[in-house]
């Protein structure tokens, strides 16, 4: 079995300040692991992904986030943040076709 | 890109009454999922779907849900009598292989009323 851990329900963080969302996950065989982002009353857009390779993974809008085995991490980062970044974002794991295990998602504040 | 696409966007419904969600995966994939987001939670689990028959199913689908690929291109979810605590955003997904990623549609908003 897979499960996801978002221990921050809510970040806020000042814009053009830095931001790392994180996540940890749990499985017994490899996973591939995701950041997805919803902004409110809309649905879930990828951000990044992680199936193989670099364990350093560039996403859209400035986001990129890095895997570490032994630690069991996929954290979220962002150098700089903006207004438009204000959204929740739901780390999650897969494993070949199997279904998609979310976190319980992390809210992202970005104050002016 | 080719994308998933759902319909309808939004559902309001009498709790009792049937509905059914359609999607329309990417035209190659093979395998098929739902999802629900219930308002301010994460998103679960319901459903995958693979040759014609569940693959795997979550404790939250129950008798009163079901899946069905009745043509080519379509894919549905019905829930046959409709409680409150239905309504949620459902999510529908589809994925080609073993090494891609499951791409999601934008929602179905479910009211029961």
């Known amino acids: 079995a897979q499960s996801v851990t978002q221990l921050d329900s809510q970040v806020p963080v000042f814009e053009e300040a830095p931001v790392e969302l994180r996540c940890n996950y749990s499985s017994s065989v490899s996973v591939y692991l995701f950041w997805y982002v919803q902004y409110p009353n809309q649905g879930l857009q990828l951000l990044l992904k992680?199936?193989?390779?670099?364990?350093l993974v560039k996403g859209i809008n400035g986001f990129e986030a890095e895997f570490n085995k032994s630690q069991t991490s996929f954290h979220l980062r962002k150098p700089s943040v903006h207004i438009s970044d204000t959204a929740e974002y739901f780390c999650?794991?897969?494993?070949?076709?199997?279904?998609?295990?979310f976190g319980t998602g992390t809210k992202l504040q970005v104050i002016p | 890109e080719p994308e998933v696409t759902q319909t309808p966007s939004h559902q309001v419904t009498q709790m009792g009454q049937e509905v059914i969600l359609r999607c329309v995966p990417i035209s190659n994939h093979l395998y098929f999922y739902w999802y629900r987001q219930i308002l301010g939670q994460k998103v679960e689990f319901l459903v995958s779907f693979y040759n014609n028959e569940i693959s795997e199913k979550s404790e939250i689908f129950d008798d009163q849900f079901s899946v069905e690929r009745p043509d080519g291109s379509n894919f549905t979810l019905k829930i046959r009598s409709t409680k409150l605590e239905d309504s949620a955003m459902y999510f529908c997904a589809s994925v080609q292989g073993a090494s891609d990623t499951q791409y999601f549609g934008p929602g179905t908003r479910l009211t029961v009323l």
């Open positions: 999650a794991v897969s494993w070949g076709y199997q279904k998609v295990t």
């Open positions: 992680y199936l193989s390779g670099s364990t």
